[in-house]
Structures are given as structure tokens and as C-alpha cells.
């Protein structure tokens, strides 16, 4: 079955220093993976997608995330923290069920960004 | 933009009521969705739907139902609420079955006492 694992509950980083946010996948297949954020009270956002192609991806806010094959991870990454990115993030994968495309998400990883 | 946007913020039910969560959505999607979102579980997909009148189990189905009379329009029921389905609920709808993104609403969040 397609899924994805996010390993830290929490993630903690100063403002100014570099996050990465960890996510592994296991699926059958080229994999479409994507990252979604969370601020508090709202709905989901869509930070990125991969589908195919550089194995580095860019997307909102200044995210990106890397792609790799060998490690079957699809980390995401922001060279300088903000404040304001304190939120909770969720990886994602495609998968496909009873002929259908579902996303099937991690289980969230909250990043704490410190003044 | 899209907007997707969902009857209540939040809502307390009692044990055993019948409850309705509305999800309206303003772009013509074809695709909507209903998850919930319970700590440490992530999103649950409950149930999806490709098409007016059209419905498809997802991963938790069990004591809720959906309603999709309108295109613009996905309802998810709970027959008789129980405690246990006191979580965040996130609707969400996409252009198409192969759309990459979805968009999401902004979550009701149902308190069961």
C-alpha cells in the first residue's frame, strides 16, 4: 500500500537557521508526492508537488523540497526560518484505490520556529 | 481563488443527534472530499465524491454517510453521532480525479458530548 511517514512529531529551529522537515514514502511505481501546511485555524495549504523531473522542487513561501530515489525521502527544506512558518506540516502521496486517486497523508510534523 | 468554505467552525452535538456538515466550494471543482483530522493520525479520507450523485467509500466510511445533490455542494452526515467522532473535519475538492492539488476548507471542528 502507498504511504508516507513523517518521523518527528516536532521540529524546533531558530529564526534565521535552516529547517528540513523529514518524510519517507513507500510506493509501488513513480511516486507523486506533495507537502501541504497548516496554519492554526485554517484549512490545509499546497506547499509543492513532485511528479516528475528535477529532483529538487520549488514552491511557496520560499519552500523546496528534494526528491531522492535511493532514499525514498522527500524532505522539505527552507534555507532561513521565519516566524511566521511556525505551523504543521504534512507530506502526502497519490495513491490509487478501486480505480480511483486518493491523497493518503503523514501523520504531521509540527515546526516551532523561535524568535 | 478557490474557495472552499464549510457551514460551522465549530459545533457541539449530544450523543445520538444527527448531525450535517456542509461543504460548499465556488470553482466549478468535479471532485470533493471529506477527511477528518485526529493528533497523531493525520488526515483520514471518510469519503469522496467524483460527480453529482456520485460517492465512494474511503478509508473510514463507518458511521457516516454523504450528499451530493449539487455540484457545488458535498454534506457528510452523522446518522448518530457518537463521542468518538469528536475530531476536526476538513473538506476539500479538486478540478479533476487526476488534479494534483486540493483545496482545502477551513475545518469544522465537532465536539461529541
Known amino acids: 500500500a502507498q504511504s508516507v511517514a513523517q518521523p518527528e512529531d516536532q521540529v524546533n529551529v531558530a529564526e534565521g537557521n535552516p529547517l528540513t522537515v523529514k518524510c519517507t514514502y513507500s510506493?509501488?511505481?513513480?511516486?507523486?508526492l506533495f507537502w501541504y501546511v497548516q496554519y492554526p485555524n485554517r484549512g490545509l495549504q499546497f506547499l509543492l508537488k513532485y511528479i516528475t523531473g528535477d529532483n529538487l522542487v520549488k514552491g511557496s513561501y520560499g519552500f523546496e523540497a528534494e526528491f531522492n530515489k535511493s532514499q525514498t525521502s522527500f524532505h522539505l527544506k527552507k534555507p532561513s526560518a521565519l516566524v511566521s512558518d511556525s505551523a504543521l506540516y504534512f507530506c502526502?502521496?497519490?495513491?490509487?484505490?478501486?480505480?480511483?486517486?486518493?491523497?493518503?497523508f503523514g501523520t504531521g510534523t509540527r515546526l516551532l520556529v523561535s524568535p | 481563488d478557490v474557495k472552499v468554505t464549510q457551514s460551522s467552525r465549530y459545533l457541539v452535538k449530544r450523543t445520538g443527534e444527527k448531525v450535517f456538515l456542509e461543504c460548499v466550494q465556488d470553482m466549478d471543482h468535479e471532485n470533493m472530499f471529506w477527511y477528518r483530522q485526529d493528533p497523531g493520525l493525520g488526515l483520514r479520507l471518510i469519503y469522496f465524491?467524483?460527480?453529482?450523485?456520485?460517492?465512494e467509500k474511503g478509508d473510514i466510511p463507518e458511521g457516516y454517510s454523504v450528499s451530493r445533490e449539487k455540484k457545488e455542494r458535498f454534506s457528510l452526515i452523522l446518522e448518530s453521532a457518537s463521542t468518538n467522532q469528536t475530531s476536526m473535519y476538513l473538506c476539500a475538492s479538486s478540478l479533476f480525479q487526476d488534479s494534483y492539488e486540493q483545496y482545502f476548507g477551513p475545518g469544522t471542528r465537532l465536539t461529541v458530548t
Open positions: 465524491s467524483y460527480d453529482v450523485k456520485m460517492k
Open positions: 502526502a502521496v497519490r495513491a490509487r484505490f478501486s480505480g480511483f486517486q486518493k491523497l493518503v
Open positions: 510506493v509501488s511505481g513513480n511516486p507523486y
